[in-house]
């Protein structure tokens, strides 16, 4: 969908590695999965572009705990602080640094990993 909005837009972009990943998942962690690659130039107008279609969409979501559409996306960044933690991430992860996502409620501070599915 990101590539899809992106070249609606004119952004330059393709995914990397989808076919290795398609032909055999199990390869997904070694090498990072499927990657969206973008023009160098164009990287900044494309992250505009996917954070305002993000805000847009977690608007049209509601909390699972209290109903209303306050959801916020949080990131937290934990970045190895040795070289074999670092080759532990590489391992684990497929990138050198560990990306925990989960989503938040602005209005009741309810945390989740997943979106509800709507109804």
């Given amino acids: 969908m990101q590539l899809s909005m992106l070249k609606e837009e004119c952004i330059t ?5 989808e076919y290795t990943i398609t ?11 499927m990657k969206l ?3 160098e130039l164009q990287i900044e107008s494309a992250e505009k ?6 805000l847009e969409f977690l608007e049209t979501v509601g909390c ?12 937290e960044i934990k970045n ?3 070289f074999f ?3 532990k991430f590489m391992l684990i992860n497929g990138q050198d640094q560990e990306i925990k996502k989960y989503y938040r409620c602005k209005s009741c501070g309810y945390k989740f ?6 109804e």
Wanted: hydrophobic letters at 40%.
């Fill in 113 to 118: 990993d997943e979106l509800p599915v709507a």
């Fill in 13 to 17: 972009c393709y995914i990397k590695d």
């Fill in 80 to 82: 190895p602080s040795g």
């Fill in 85 to 87: 933690e670092k080759i």
């Fill in 49 to 54: 572009i996917l954070k305002k279609a993000d």
């Fill in 64 to 75: 699972p705990n209290c109903g209303r559409h306050a959801l916020e996306q949080v990131l």
């Fill in 37 to 39: 690659m973008v023009d």
């Fill in 23 to 33: 032909i055999d998942p199990l390869l997904s962690p070694a090498i990072g999965g």
